[in-house]
């Protein structure tokens, strides 16, 4: 890839994807879990970043809190699919080779796959899985100005554009409607996954905290709670160079948007048109019929 020029999408097994994602799906799909390894499957800007720093802090933050000042989130938790090197971009990222040689223990391993793409080592060890979900029009907004000023992404159009694709799903990683719906579902016949919420971690982040150690099976103290919800407080976060992916090359010009842009809950107000807002309410009821799946787009 030249500099300028952005990936296009194309179909993968049904799901829109870009090469950098699936060049190295063999070796994904042959990756083998170990029965304490941590999956982090989102899909794209649903608060990856945040949960990764809690897990991390979670099992670490004790025994090495060194590394949170001197290894990057994304090489901490290696992102399973990427595979990346473009020179001109500074880049070299290659998650499969990451998380073959991480020697922590457990690992913590983050995928942006669609359920039905998860290597099924996971599966057959019986790993934790922990799922976090942003409601639909943050997560478009989010995702539009990720897209914006990361140049390893499709271009994104005008956000009118950009609007209508995200309903049809011509995003990388496919439709959000079917990767929320599709690892909902995945929770009814697989106990070992907890599924969370964006909205619940910005309205209380202590108390996810808490449900997190006890899906988990570690005991955290109050102290070390209030420690850890103090650590990825969203400022802190975006001031900090090992959170704030200004570790990873070139590729993403922070002038455009900033990694850590907003944070909030309730941004799609500023950019979706009262026309658009009605648009995407008549075919969200069309594509979320499952009602125990429940979105808060305010807190
Ligand atoms: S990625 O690229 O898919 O891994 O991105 P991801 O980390 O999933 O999502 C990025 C969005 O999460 C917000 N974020 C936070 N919000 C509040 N508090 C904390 N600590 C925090 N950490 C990350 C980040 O700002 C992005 O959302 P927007 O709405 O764009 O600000």
Known sequence: MSSGTRPE???????????SYTDMWERVQGFQARPDDILIATYPK????????????????????????????????PFLEMNMS????????FGIDLADKLTTK?????????????????WEQNCKIVYVARNAKDNMVSYYHFDRMNQLQPATGEWSDYFQRFLVGKMNWGSWYDHVNGWWQKKR????????FFEDLVENTGLEIDKLSRFL?????????????????????????????????????????????KGKVGDWKNHFTVAQNEEFDQ?????????????????
């Open 283 to 299: 075919d969200y009821e069309q594509k979320m019929k499952d009602a125990t799946l429940q979105f808060r787009t305010v807190v």
């Open 217 to 261: 099976g570690l005991s955290v103290t109050p102290e070390i709670r209030q420690q850890i919800t103090g650590q990825v407080q969203f400022d802190q976060m975006k001031n900090n160079a090992m959170t704030n992916y200004s570790t990873l090359g070139d590729a993403m010009d922070f002038k455009v948007s900033p990694f850590m842009r």
């Open 106 to 122: 457990p690992r913590i391993l983050k995928t942006h796959y669609p359920v039905q793409f998860v290597p099924k080592s996971f």
């Open 189 to 196: 016949n697989y106990s070992n996954l907890h599924y969370m």
């Open 46 to 77: 649903a608060g990856t970043t945040w949960v990764s720093c809690i897990l991390d802090l979670l099992y670490f933050g004790q025994t090495d809190p060194e590394r949170q000042t001197s290894i990057p989130i994304h090489d901490r938790v």
């Open 9 to 19: 999408l194309y179909d993968f097994h049904g799901v829109q994807m870009t090469r």
């Open 86 to 93: 473009n020179p001109e971009k500074d880049i070299k990222y």
